[in-house]
């Protein structure tokens, strides 16, 4: 039976991890599918809860003893790997379909494609605007709101593009995404100088020297998508402080 690896990395809320993997394992079929959870030290006890629940076979529980971030923490598995295809996927993912089997399919009949990504809803069914092109100064600014931006922010997600086929992308999301694990391995995950955000932009670009970035509109997934930069000043900064080491790693680009 062909193989099928997923990390989710958690910091509190066992309950979204717990309903995120039974939705996996319950509409994953044909493949044989192993679930990785990294606890990132979670004050709240996420990785003692995760470590004593009883889930059904297939599912490995790593607590660490510090908060390593959202990519060092998903690296942990990389050692662990013997899949064709491994997901990463954030806590508050949901599925009610075999969709990680679909979209391994499709990546099988499509070679030169080494990551993708599927559409993602509210869990109201509401669309989330998440295919991206090459992060840009003027693009990210109109995402956080700046007036007067909103060409740029529109051109930055795409929508002069018809997102309803298979689109080849720059910048696949983190919340939900399959890559070939050859070459996840060989590029060696994710960069850790990142904490959080725009890693997922990070490990796009490292992917595209790979092969291509897809986004594949016909197989869809539910994300609550938590957006902590527009609650915390906290958050917001660390998002600032990853934009720049994003900028001096692959270049200062003031618009697409």
């Known amino acids: 039976?062909?193989?099928?690896?997923?990390?989710?990395?958690?910091?509190n809320?066992?309950?979204?991890?717990?309903?995120a993997v039974e939705s996996l394992q319950s509409h994953t079929r044909d493949w044989q599918l192993q679930v990785y959870l990294v606890?990132?030290?979670?004050?709240?006890?996420?990785?003692?809860t995760l470590a004593a629940h009883s889930f059904a076979p297939g599912v490995e529980v790593i607590q660490l003893p510090q908060n390593l971030g959202f990519g060092s923490g998903h690296n942990q598995v990389l050692p662990k790997l013997d899949s064709e295809?491994?997901?990463?996927?954030?806590?508050?993912?949901?599925?009610?379909?075999?969709?990680?089997?679909?979209?391994?399919r499709w990546m099988d009949e499509h070679p030169e494609v080494v990551m993708a990504t599927p559409r993602l809803l509210f869990p109201d069914g509401r669309e989330q605007i998440l295919p991206k092109r090459r992060p840009n100064i003027l693009g990210l600014a109109a995402r956080q709101g700046i007036p007067g931006l909103e060409a740029f922010g529109r051109r930055y997600a795409m929508l002069d593009e018809d997102l309803t086929k298979?689109?080849?992308?720059?910048?696949?999301?983190?919340?939900?995404?399959?890559?070939?694990?050859?070459?996840?391995?060989?590029?060696?995950?994710?960069?850790?100088?990142?904490?959080m955000y725009v890693e997922d932009a990070d490990?796009?670009?490292?992917?595209?020297?790979a092969g291509q970035v897809y986004y594949l509109p016909q197989f869809t997934a539910y994300h609550a998508w938590?957006?902590?930069?527009?609650?915390?000043?906290?958050?917001?900064?660390?998002?600032?402080?990853s934009m720049v080491r994003y900028f001096n790693k692959w270049g200062w680009k003031l618009g697409c």
């Open 166 to 195: 298979p689109t080849p992308i720059q910048f696949c999301t983190g919340s939900f995404f399959c890559i070939r694990t050859e070459t996840y391995r060989e590029i060696g995950g994710f960069d850790e100088g990142y904490f």
């Open 39 to 48: 606890d990132n030290a979670s004050p709240d006890g996420t990785g003692k």
């Open 226 to 241: 938590h957006r902590a930069p527009s609650r915390s000043l906290k958050p917001f900064l660390q998002q600032l402080k």
């Open 203 to 209: 490990i796009t670009q490292k992917a595209l020297q």
């Open 85 to 104: 295809y491994h997901f990463v996927l954030n806590p508050d993912i949901l599925v009610d379909s075999n969709v990680l089997v679909d979209i391994c």
């Open 13 to 19: 809320g066992a309950d979204e991890v717990i309903a």
């Open 1 to 11: 039976m062909r193989k099928i690896s997923a990390c989710i990395v958690s910091y």
